[in-house]
Structures are given as C-alpha cells and as structure tokens.
T-cell receptor, first 114, second 114 residues
Framework: GAVVSQHPSRVICKSGTSVKIECRSL??????MFWYRQFPKQSLMLMAT?????????EQGVEKDKFLINHASLTLSTLTVTSAHPEDSSFYIC??????????FGQGTRLTVV | AQSVTQLGSHVSVSEGALVLLRCNYS??????LFWYVQYPNQGLQLLLK??????LVKGINGFEAEFKKSETSFHLTKPSAHMSDAAEYFC????????????FGDGTTLTVKP
C-alpha cells in the first residue's frame, strides 16, 4: 500500500524558534498534500492544501505567515512553524494523494513549544 | 459542502460484545466515506472505505460498514469486540472528485471492558 512518512515524530523547541516538519510519499507521486492539526481529545482540522509547484491554499483562520507550507516535489511537502509559541503546541498530521484515490496519512508529529 | 456527525463521543462495550459506531454524513456530491482508527500519539490507520462500489464494505480487524444513501449513514460495526479495539475512531467524508480532501467527524472513543 501507499506509504507516507512524516518526520520528526516528536519535537520540542523553544518559544520564538522555527520548526520544520517533513512529509514524504515513499512509493507514489503525491500531487496534493494536506496538513491537519489535532488538539488533544479533538478531531483533525484541515490547515492547508498544497499542490506540487503551487502556493498552498490555507483554510480560513489559519495564519499563512506562521505556518509556511512548501510542496517543492511530488514526494515532499514541508510545514514550517515560524516563531513558535506554546499555543502552537499540537499534533500535526500530513496526508498525501495522487489525485485519483483517497489520501494516505503520515504518522503525525507531536510539537511541544516550551 | 460536506460534514460528518458521529453520534456518541464515547462508546463502551464489553469484550466479545457487538461494536456499533454511528456516522451520518452530508455531501452535495457523491461521497467517499472512510473510517479511521487512531491510537494515542499515533497517526490515522484506515479501517475501511466506501468509494461507490459495494455498499457493504469490509475492512481490517473484522470491522465492516454499510453505506445507506437513504439514511445518509455509514455506521461501523464489529461482531465481537476485542480489548485491542479500544481507541479513537473517526469517520470522514470526501468528494469523489477530490478524494484526498477529507472532512472529519469529532471522533468516538471506544472503551472495551474485560
């Protein structure tokens, strides 16, 4: 089956620093990747959709300058949380789709900002 | 526009008993429907999916779900619960022409009592 690898699985950073999370499709070309955020005991909230070679489309209420998304190739998308603050602490999950089927999910990244 | 409602944020069953997790959806176009399971601090694992073929869908670990268009439902069942089934379950809907972009329900926590 299709495999999506997300790295790192856990990261702790200091307030004010930036953190990059990678999402890779290992065995298929992902024309579209999605980034979700999940708060404790809550559902997944779509943050943005990225298409290879294009600017990401952000959902309403998501700060595009804080959550920078780059989809430079058909197998890699990155999410950079800039100037992170404790309120950015969350579980971030990516998914990737070839466009013809459903998206496949990464393992998630637990971000803790101290 | 699409949405998902999961009835019951918490469901508790005894080991060996029937598991029934309810999901109702709303979609303006033919939907794709999914059930995912999530264990603590992990990503999503796809249990099963409906993509306009057979209305009764069988998934992994003995789970199955039936798509009922007239009731706009996609309830998840398992005849006999196992302790390892205790987890968070999410129902999700996407549009057939944009299958990668999913809208998730709020989730149902399944507890299995010995």
């Amino acid at each position: 089956g299709a495999v999506v690898s997300q790295h790192p699985s856990r990261v702790i950073c200091k307030s004010g620093t930036s953190v990059k999370i990678e999402c890779r499709s290992l065995d298929f070309q992902a024309t579209t990747m999605f980034w979700y955020r999940q708060f404790p005991k809550q559902s997944l909230m779509l943050m943005a959709t990225s298409n290879e070679g294009s600017k990401a489309t952000y959902e309403q209420g998501v700060e595009k300058d804080k959550f920078l998304i780059n989809h430079a190739s058909l197998t890699l998308s990155t999410l950079t949380v800039t100037s992170a603050h404790p309120e950015d602490s969350s579980f971030y999950i990516c998914s990737a789709s070839s466009g013809y089927t459903e998206a496949f999910f990464g393992q998630g990244t637990r971000l803790t900002v101290v | 526009a699409q949405s998902v409602t999961q009835l019951g944020s918490h469901v508790s069953v005894s080991e060996g008993a029937l598991v029934l997790l309810r999901c109702n959806y709303s979609s303006s176009v033919p939907p794709y429907l999914f059930w995912y399971v999530q264990y603590p601090n992990q990503g999503l694992q796809l249990l099963l999916k409906y993509t306009s073929a057979a209305t009764l869908v069988k998934g992994i670990n003995g789970f199955e779900a039936e798509f009922k268009k007239s009731e706009t439902s996609f309830h998840l069942t398992k005849p006999s619960a196992h302790m390892s089934d205790a987890a968070e379950y999410f129902c999700a809907v996407s549009e057939w022409n944009n299958a990668g972009k999913s809208t998730f329900g709020d989730g149902t926590t399944l507890t299995v009592k010995p």
